[in-house]
């Protein structure tokens, strides 16, 4: 989302925070993890085709590769924070975990937490007293570990099992997922995850689906079609190529399993994207999907959620320490962006190199040169 009165990314700090009234914004691919807390009025949120209607106070995030659209009312005000998708991916040591966090469709007691900490943030960026950054690079990681304990997908089948299954089972349960993690771009089976976690694949089978009410090879292919959906949308690789680079046996096994999610095949999936993204760069009615909001009301609304919690949190800054900047563009006069950094490839470590789907991406890259 972009930004109305305060877009702050400096000292090296990985997030982007503003303040906001959002009237629309179109359909959209999220690069990043995006927090949206409603401090006024209300916003519609379409995530991956689900509609969510978000009330004051409502904590919603929005997922590293989600298409999402944003509908508002007159009068909203909504704080928006960015964290950058590479920080987030080297805290989360590259488990590129999905996160369900919204207050609108979920009671957690945590979103409290999560309200407290995003308005904290908010606050020592108005007041940037000393070492500022510290304070916010701190409540940053109190908040990532917030949502890795309580918001993961995963944590939903935790939290079913708990009263039921011991913590040697959740243990097991929790290896098993971050194997998959590690590995769904291989041709992996039920045989090569049960010998890495020393058990027989026909008690692996059983286990699995007692406890995740699904079976192993069922999770393994949704959790392939996630990652190969975000590189559809991302990437300019065919359709060959991103079914070879998550996993899937061949092109038929990809199309038949997308089908059954998305009810289309990856290929119009993905012009289908690419068409939403092309009207939303050309709409000449982009210029209203943001406008200022009076920065000292929305301040007032965030004390609320933090002036019980210590003295340093009682008053907000006025006006005095704000710097707007309004910026027109023309959205007419527009030009395609040359990509001249598709010059090169990086493909990571030498040993890599020794893997045959590696062999096989870098066969086909010299083909198309």
Not at 85 to 111: H, P, T
Not at 235 to 246: A, Q, Y
Not at 277 to 296: M, R
Request: hydrophobic content about 35%; some cysteine.
């Amino acid at each position: 989302m972009g930004n109305a009165s305060k877009n702050v990314n400096e000292n090296n700090i990985p997030i982007v925070i503003t303040l906001n009234k959002v009237k629309r914004i179109f359909s959209n691919v999220q690069k990043n993890m995006e927090f949206l807390f409603v401090l006024k009025g209300e916003l519609k949120a379409i995530i991956n085709n689900k509609n969510y209607k978000l009330s004051e106070s409502d904590v919603l995030l929005i997922n590293n590769g989600d298409i999402y659209e944003l509908y508002g009312e007159e009068e909203n005000i909504v704080l928006s924070m960015q964290i950058d998708n590479d920080f987030a991916n080297n805290v989360m040591r590259g488990e590129q975990s999905l996160f369900l966090c919204n207050s609108s469709i979920d009671a957690n007691e945590n979103y409290n937490n999560i309200r407290k900490i995003l308005s904290k943030i908010m606050y020592e960026y108005s007041i940037k007293k000393n070492r500022y950054d510290f304070k916010v690079m701190s409540l940053l990681y109190d908040l990532i570990y917030l949502l890795d304990m309580n918001f993961t997908i995963v944590e939903e089948y935790k939290m079913q099992t708990l009263e039921i299954k011991n913590s040697k089972h959740i243990e097991r349960i929790n290896n098993i997922l971050a194997y998959i993690k590690q590995n769904y771009y291989k041709q992996i089976s039920l045989q090569d995850v049960a010998a890495a976690q020393y058990l027989t694949p026909e008690y692996l089978s059983k286990f699995f689906k007692s406890h995740m009410n699904m079976t192993l090879l069922k999770y393994l292919n949704e959790y392939r079609l996630s990652q190969a959906v975000k590189e559809l949308i991302r990437k300019d690789n065919s359709v060959t190529i991103v079914s070879m680079n998550n996993g899937f046996p061949n092109l038929a096994a990809f199309n038949k399993i997308f089908k059954e999610v998305y009810d289309t095949t990856p290929a119009e999936y993905r012009t289908q994207i690419r068409k939403k993204q092309e009207i939303s760069n050309k709409d000449e009615k982009i210029e209203l999907e943001i406008t200022k909001v009076d920065y000292n009301q929305a301040l007032e609304k965030l004390t609320q959620y933090v002036a019980h919690e210590e003295e340093n949190y009682n008053k907000f800054p006025q006006n005095d320490l704000v710097k707007s900047v309004t910026v027109n563009a023309d959205v007419d006069k527009i030009k395609q962006v040359t990509h001249s950094w598709r010059n090169l490839i990086n493909l990571g470590y030498a040993q890599d190199g020794l893997r045959s789907d590696f062999q096989q991406q870098l066969t086909h890259i010299q083909n198309k040169i």
